[in-house]
T-cell receptor, first 113, second 114 residues
Framework: SQTIHQWPATLVQPVGSPLSLECTVE??????LYWYRQAAGRGLQLLFY??????ISSEVPQNLSASRPQDRQFILSSKKLLLSDSGFYLC????????????FGQGTRLTVV | AQSVSQHNHHVILSEAASLELGCNYS??????LFWYVQYPGQHLQLLLK??????LVKGIKGFEAEFIKSKFSFNLRKPSVQWSDTAEYFC????????????FGSGTRLLVRP
């Protein structure tokens, strides 16, 4: 069966510090991978998605970047965090092909102080 | 660009009441439609999905949704809610022809009072 791991579960970082959130998927190959940010009352905002190694599509210009160094690994990064980067970040995967359902990780609660 | 609107942000019902949550999307082509649920303290789970065929889709836990193409809608329904249905519900759309993007609505928080 397929599983998705996302860590850490919670993170408190000072303004200006770097960020690295990691997501890995097991039990499948060549998945589509996604990073979302969830804010109360605003639903899930799609940040990045990837259909293959090294292929990243950015949806929202911001202080964050994403990378996919391996087939089942998706990393969300920032060189210098802003207060506005605080939020709940979710990683998800779906099977290859357009229009398939997504499976979500447990999320990371990021607080920038 | 695709977008999804959920008009009800907060819904409060008593047990055994009927539920209908609205979802409208904006995209003129083929779409795949989803409802996800997030129970308190848990991760997002798929409730049901529509890809093609019968526009009335049945999901888990007695939920169903109807795709009405002419209205660009995919409303979620349940005839009789339970306290355990208290959760946040998200509608999502994917442009089915070529897009890998899954776009979510803003969510509806449902509180069911015992």
């Amino acid at each position: 069966s397929q599983t998705i791991h996302q860590w850490p579960a919670t993170l408190v970082q000072p303004v200006g510090s770097p960020l690295s959130l990691e997501c890995t998927v097991e039990g499948t190959s060549n998945p589509n991978l996604y990073w979302y940010r969830q804010a109360a009352g605003r639903g899930l905002q799609l940040l990045f998605y990837s259909v293959g190694i090294g292929q990243i599509s950015s949806e929202v210009p911001q202080n964050l970047s994403a990378s996919r160094p391996q087939d089942r690994q998706f990393i969300l990064s920032s060189k210098k965090l802003l207060l506005s980067d605080s939020g709940f970040y979710l990683c998800a995967w779906s099977r290859q092909g357009a229009g398939t359902e997504a499976f979500f990780g447990q999320g990371t609660r990021l607080t920038v102080v | 660009a695709q977008s999804v609107s959920q008009h009800n942000h907060h819904v409060i019902l008593s047990e055994a009441a009927s539920l209908e949550l609205g979802c409208n999307y904006s995209y003129g082509g083929t779409v795949n439609l989803f409802w996800y649920v997030q129970y308190p303290g848990q991760h997002l789970q798929l409730l049901l999905k529509y890809f093609s065929g019968d526009p009335l889709v049945k999901g888990i836990k007695g939920f169903e949704a109807e795709f009405i193409k002419s209205k660009f809608s995919f409303n979620l329904r349940k005839p009789s809610v339970q306290w355990s249905d208290t959760a946040e519900y998200f509608c999502a759309v994917n442009a089915g022809d070529s897009s890998y993007k899954l776009i979510f609505g803003s969510g509806t928080r449902l509180l069911v009072r015992p």
